[in-house]
């Protein structure tokens, strides 16, 4: 859905605890331009498997709203 809209993927992750919080962790930079499905996701795995115990989000930025156009979580982190 990110890449059929033309949005920018990016992955951030945070400890259980503070999932309701404003802010995560970005994981590396926002993969702008990047149209590969599959790299998208082994990067959210690359993020998950550096930290299990964190939830993983992968956000769609939309460049021309200049907002999220959709987040969600793909990896939930251990039970708090």
């Not at 059929?4 to 404003?22: C, V």
């Not at 590969?36 to 930290?51: P, W």
């Amino acid at each position: 859905y990110i890449v059929s809209k033309g949005w920018n993927p990016a992955i951030e992750h945070t400890e259980p605890e503070n999932a309701t919080s404003n802010y995560w962790y970005m994981w590396k930079l926002p993969m702008f331009g990047e149209t590969d499905v599959d790299r998208i996701l082994s990067e959210a795995e690359a993020c998950h498997k550096a930290h299990p115990a964190n939830h993983v989000k992968l956000i769609g930025f939309d460049n021309y709203a200049q907002s999220k156009g959709t987040e969600m979580i793909v990896y939930r982190g251990k039970a708090v």
